[in-house]
């Protein structure tokens, strides 16, 4: 099962996210090519970050919109877990020098839409510019732009072969208001010298011993290296999970009208309706729609 934990340091708030499970779900949901799966598993375990510490009916949406092969992607995250679909998931591109997909080049350039519901009158919608295509960079670009934090994100997806995820997740440090320079400093230097997220999954490590990799060894203002003192505040595990139902579906079918039901079950006999984000299909003949007919 993916997992979260979240917390909490003198300097900065943290996440830290094992998504393997949930990205191997959207793998064989969606049926996404190697470098697809990597900027949506991307983008999946980004969102759950971000929706850490979403509580009742909250509601987080992530929407990019570029110019790439990809197109556009879509994550939705509430306090039971994450979802997301992909315009054109079957995309791919050649793997770059160093055998990495390239991610950069399949999304492309464009923007980023964060949308928070969390039940008040007009739902949080802040817009971002994606110009590196890396997702990791365009969600701390949006952080600092949009809601001046600073943040550190870090993330990966890595294939065992086209239809298995071998690994997927990351960790995301935002400085608080009144952080040391200090700490800034030598979180920049960490950050600079340990592996990256895909490797420190490949060698074996858990989401703990992560979160100590990125905070031991810290120069204090003595010059004394030690652990910067941490609290987890939350871990538990996550999934994906859609909450489409056939009610939801017959209240947009039947927007469709009478004229236009009427012709597609005088063509099929019966009308579909295939949900985006878990590829779960209802059908729906004449005697399901007698009220609107």
Do not use: W
């Amino acid at each position: 099962m993916s997992r979260l934990i979240r917390g909490v340091s003198k300097n900065a708030r943290f996440v830290l996210v094992d998504t393997k499970d949930i990205v191997q779900e959207a793998l064989d949901i969606h049926k996404c090519s190697p470098t697809a799966i990597s900027a949506f598993g991307r983008l999946l375990s980004a969102g759950v970050m971000m929706g850490a510490t979403l509580k009742g009916n909250d509601i987080l949406t992530l929407r990019t919109m570029t110019d790439g092969p990809l197109s556009s992607m879509v994550v939705t995250v509430d306090k039971d877990g994450v979802k997301g679909y992909v315009s054109n998931p079957e995309a791919d591109l050649p793997a770059k020098e160093n055998g990495q997909p390239d991610v950069q080049a399949l999304v492309g350039r464009g923007t980023l839409n964060v949308i928070k519901d969390l039940g008040l009158k007009d739902p949080y919608v802040g817009v971002s510019t994606i110009e590196s295509g890396e997702i990791a960079y365009d969600i701390a670009y949006y952080y600092v732009t949009s809601e001046q934090t600073p943040t550190v994100i870090a993330l990966g997806v890595d294939l065992e072969n086209e239809t298995t995820v071998r690994s997927a997740g990351g960790y995301m440090i935002q400085l608080l208001p009144d952080a040391e320079e200090n700490f800034i400093v030598e979180l920049e230097k960490k950050i600079g010298a340990i592996r990256s997220v895909t490797e420190l999954f490949k060698g074996g490590m858990d989401l703990e011993r992560i979160l100590h990799l990125l905070y031991e060894d810290m120069n204090d203002e003595s010059h004394e290296k030690l652990v910067e003192p941490y609290e987890i505040l939350d871990s538990k595990e996550i999934k994906y999970n859609c909450n489409c139902d056939k009610e939801k579906f017959y209240k947009g079918i039947i927007t469709l009208g009478k004229e236009q039901l009427e012709e597609i079950l005088a063509e099929r006999g019966e009308v579909e309706a295939e949900c985006h984000f878990c590829g779960k299909r209802y059908l729906f003949k004449r005697e399901d729609l007698g009220e609107i007919l």
